[in-house]
């Protein structure tokens, strides 16, 4: 079955305390995006990747990294986590084809409280 | 710089009864426009997109959305909604030039759908 997959779905921690979201797809899709969601905001994109090796920020990069090593993984780490980084995270992924736009696949979310 | 407005947190319907789901975008250039769905405990799914072409676009599970350019609105219609689309949908427009496909989308903030029985 064609899917993005996140870990852990769940996770609750203290302040600076460094944590990594996992992202993985099996679509073999170029490109793929880390994003948030708060209330009443939508959802706000953190860092995106357009192959192996490249990635770029987002809207809301703060206090965020990325790594994109192989082309299905797309790992969300946090080094300092803050309680402002508390929200629901979705990872994205789609294929990258020139002059057509292909719609993203969203994983289930991980929902991060920091305390 | 590009933005989406879902004016309407929550949009309550009776089932049988037709359903609006408002959105306005502002962009420069032609707009990409789209719509997501979200379940509870779920991510985001794709309903329809509009590209280029006919205004009126039909999506998935007999959603359609109308493009309306004057009015720089991407409203989302169903003629007869059911209990089981109750969920927050997502209007979206795509930021980037042509030859950039980072930052792929900009969303709205969202707007519950509630289907009463």
């Known amino acids: 079955e064609a899917q993005v997959t996140q870990n852990p779905r769940y996770l609750i921690t203290v302040t600076g305390k460094k944590l990594t979201v996992t992202c993985s797809q099996n679509?073999?899709?170029?490109?793929m995006s880390w994003y948030r969601q708060d209330p009443g905001l939508g959802l706000r994109q953190i860092y995106y990747s357009m192959n192996v090796e490249v990635t770029d920020k987002g809207d809301v990069p703060e206090g965020y990294k990325v790594s994109r090593k192989e082309k299905r993984n797309f790992p969300l780490i946090l080094e300092s986590p803050s309680p402002n980084q508390t929200s629901l995270y979705f990872c994205?992924?789609?294929?990258?084809?020139?002059?057509?736009?292909?719609?993203?696949?969203f994983g289930p979310g991980t929902r991060l409280t920091v305390l | 710089a590009q933005s989406v407005a879902q004016p309407e947190d929550q949009v309550n319907v009776a089932e049988g009864n037709p359903l609006t789901v408002k959105c306005t975008y502002s962009?420069?250039?032609?707009?990409?426009l789209f719509w997501y769905v979200q379940y509870p405990n779920r991510g985001l799914q794709f309903l329809l997109k509009?590209?280029?072409?006919?205004?009126l676009v039909k999506g998935s599970y007999g959603f359609e959305a109308e493009f309306n350019k004057s009015q720089t609105s991407f409203h989302l219609k169903k003629p007869s909604a059911l209990v089981s689309d109750s969920a927050l949908y997502f209007c979206a427009v795509r930021k980037a030039p042509l030859w950039n496909a980072g930052n792929m989308l900009t969303f709205g903030g969202g707007t519950r759908l509630m289907v009463k029985p």
């Open positions: 679509m073999n899709h170029e490109y």
């Open positions: 994205a992924s789609s294929l990258l084809s020139g002059s057509s736009y292909n719609e993203q696949f």
């Open positions: 962009v420069s250039g032609n707009p990409y």
């Open positions: 509009y590209i280029t072409g006919d205004n």
